[in-house]
């Protein structure tokens, strides 16, 4: 074997020791942030597996010893905003065998929803906060997740979400007033008066 072939070796264990230490704590809080902007639990899954590959892949620009989990959740966002503009360019896709199912059922009469959000939405009825957090545009909703679930600070996020401190700070603050206001009438039901 030669040496080359040795460095390479030992180089691809390190890569994976540091992956496994740095990254794979995270695996978790990742798939929340996913489901939480795709509302979909295969598309978590997805957009968190897409991250950890590309992790890996560019595991080399990493510096060790900064936050492993802010890099991480940029890679998901960026992802995130990747595939939602792609698919956004692309004319919406139909399973017909799926549409002659059901034209030749005795349902026709029967509306049927095709939005997956609200059918994912519809399994939580009764959780007041987790449809409210939904219900805000992704902007809003995004920094709220990584601030008040995450815990990133305003630093992190701002290098997350490749924005301004200010901006951050700004949505953060519309986004719980937004959601204050989406909530009143349900703290009010849970006895809270103000």
């Known amino acids: 074997m030669s040496i080359e072939k040795i460095k390479q070796n030992y180089s691809n264990l390190e890569k994976e020791g540091i992956f496994e230490k740095e990254f794979l704590p995270h695996i978790n809080p990742m798939y929340n942030f996913a489901y939480r ?44 905003i990747n595939d939602f503009r792609k698919k956004s360019k692309q004319p919406p896709k139909i399973d017909y065998q799926e549409v002659e199912t059901y034209y030749n059922s005795d349902n026709v009469d029967v509306s049927m929803t095709t939005d997956l959000r609200v059918e994912t939405v519809q399994h939580m009825i009764g959780d007041e906060v987790s449809n409210a957090l939904n219900a805000l545009d992704v902007d809003f909703r995004t920094v ?11 630093e992190e996020m701002s290098k997350i979400l490749d924005i301004p401190i200010g901006t951050i700070r700004s949505r953060l603050h519309r986004a719980r007033n937004l959601l204050k ?11 809270f008066n103000k």
């Open 144 to 154: 709220i997740i990584l601030c008040d679930l995450e815990g990133f600070t305003y």
């Open 37 to 80: 902007l795709t509302y979909d639990d295969d598309d978590a899954k997805d957009l968190v597996q897409e991250t950890y590959l590309k992790a890996f892949r560019f595991l080399n620009s990493f510096q060790q010893g900064t936050n492993a989990k802010a890099w991480l959740f940029r890679i998901l966002k960026n992802s995130f």
């Open 181 to 191: 206001e989406k909530l009143h009438e349900y703290a009010k039901s849970m006895g």
